[in-house]
Structure formats: structure tokens, C-alpha cells
């Protein structure tokens, strides 16, 4: 099964839904949907709007982040995992380098992914090195402690997904070489099947576009994609696909 997921980040109004309306329609009469899932993750705003209305339909809702602390607490403008699902999300992200970067730590991340799972939330879990850490070949150092210290044996793997993003690749037009991220793939599958004693699927984030998706789909152990920029386009998430499997 492959992965195509946009995260929209702070994008999106309730008429965006007409984005999602096209991607919909195209996924229902697309000969290889059985072999993807795609999902989507609106701003909060829009997750009760959008589930609903596509509950029964080819996209998958999800969140882009939830809060550390779970059902209710007294912390302004905090979303929890309990809050998530019952508004009718499937999925959430957690550990996207832009909620790294404000503060979360791996203990905070700990705690999203365990009472995400409580609540039957699926999980994107983002890893990736920065540039520096990248230039100091520190890649593989930096996404083990990003698993290991974050993700263990106990959990419920089969809800786990672990989206690879360098974060100089992240809006930058970057992409990593076939050679590089194919080590990487192999790499985060060995470190999680020593976790797990299974492997989880692993997916490339990071300026990922149609013309780009042809490369990426040469690397077999890639399973699929995080899709910033290029989600908020229905075109560009359709060819994305159509070229995956073209
Ligand atoms: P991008 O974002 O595709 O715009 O680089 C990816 C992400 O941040 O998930």
C-alpha cells in the first residue's frame, strides 16, 4: 500500500473543500486506487467539516499536530487526540519539524504519539535531519535518536507510518539524490525494525512535485510521500499520482 498525504499546513478555507472535491473525484475513477490511500490534513478549522463530509469517499481526513496532554486540559488554544477523533479524524502527524522547531520535544512527542494511539488516531511520524547535521554526516545519528527515543516496542505499530523530511528539503525545492535517500530508506527501516521487530512503511517528504515523483518512484522501499506545496493544487496532487503510476 502506498501513501499520498498533503498537509496543507495554514492553508485553507471551508470552500477549499472544492479542492478536495476534484482530488475525489479523480481517485474514484482512477484504475490503481486500490493500490494508494490518500489523505489529506486541513488546518483544524476544517477537520469536522471535511471528515464528514468525505467519510465515505476516496480522501482520508487527518490532523496536522494534537496536543500533549489528553481529553481536556486548561492550555489556550490546545487541540488534544481525544478532541481530534471525535471530530472525525483518522490520522495525525506528530513531530513535523515546524512543531520541532517551536519547542517539541521528544518527550512531548512521546506523549502525543501514545494518547494519539489511545484514541484510535493513526500516526505520520516525522523525522529529518537539518542541513548542518546533514553537511556533518550526522543524517543517520540524528534519525535514530528520533525514533528510538520517541517510538518503542509497545506501540501499536500497524497504526504507524514514518514520514522521512530533511528539513533543508521542506519548501526549498531540494531534493535529496536517489543514492542518498535510498541508503536513508534503508537505513530508518532498519533502525524501526529493530524497534518493532517488523518494518513500518516509510515515506519521503520535501518539495515532492509531479515532475519529481517520477525519480522517487524508481526507490521501491519509499512508500509513498508527504506533500506540502504541491497539495494545495488539485492538479498537482493528481499528476503527482498519475505519475507515480504512470
Ligand atoms: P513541501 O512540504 O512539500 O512544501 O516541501 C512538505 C512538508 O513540510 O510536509
Known amino acids: ?14 470552500k477549499s473543500i472544492n479542492i478536495l472535491h476534484k482530488i475525489n473525484f479523480f481517485i474514484s475513477k482512477d484504475k490503481n486506487r486500490n493500490k494508494y490511500r490518500a489523505i489529506i490534513t486541513p488546518p483544524y478549522t476544517l477537520i469536522e467539516s471535511y ?47 515546524d512543531n520541532r522547531a517551536e519547542g517539541d520535544s521528544n518527550t512531548d512527542l512521546k506523549s502525543k504519539v501514545e494518547l494519539a494511539l489511545k484514541n484510535k488516531l493513526k500516526i505520520i511520524y516525522c523525522i529529518g535531519e537539518n542541513k548542518t547535521q546533514k553537511i556533518n554526516k550526522k543524517t543517520f545519528t540524528v534519525l535514530k535518536n528520533q525514533i528510538v527515543k520517541v517510538l518503542n516496542r509497545k506501540l501499536k505499530s500497524n497504526n504507524i507510518i514514518i514520514a522521512y523530511e530533511p528539513i533543508w528539503s521542506i519548501g526549498t525545492g531540494k531534493i535529496p539524490n536517489n543514492k542518498d535517500l535510498l541508503k536513508t530508506a534503508i537505513f530508518i527501516k532498519k533502525v524501526v525494525k529493530k524497534v518493532f521487530g517488523k518494518t513500518l512503511p516509510v515515506i519521503y517528504g520535501g518539495s515532492v512535485d509531479e515532475n519529481n515523483v517520477k525519480m522517487f518512484k524508481e526507490i521501491k522501499e519509499i512508500d509513498g510521500f508527504l506533500i506540502g506545496g504541491a497539495s494545495k493544487s488539485a492538479k498537482k496532487f493528481i499528476d503527482i499520482i498519475k505519475n507515480y503510476y504512470r
Open 51 to 97: 471528515s464528514k463530509y468525505f467519510r465515505r469517499k476516496k480522501i482520508i481526513i487527518g490532523s496536522q499536530n494534537c496536543y500533549k496532554k489528553d481529553p481536556f486540559s486548561s492550555n489556550t488554544a490546545a487541540v488534544s487526540p481525544y478532541m481530534i477523533r471525535k471530530v472525525g479524524a483518522t490520522y495525525t502527524i506528530i513531530g513535523h519539524s
Open 1 to 14: 500500500m502506498k501513501f499520498f498525504i498533503g498537509n496543507w499546513k495554514m492553508f485553507g478555507v471551508p
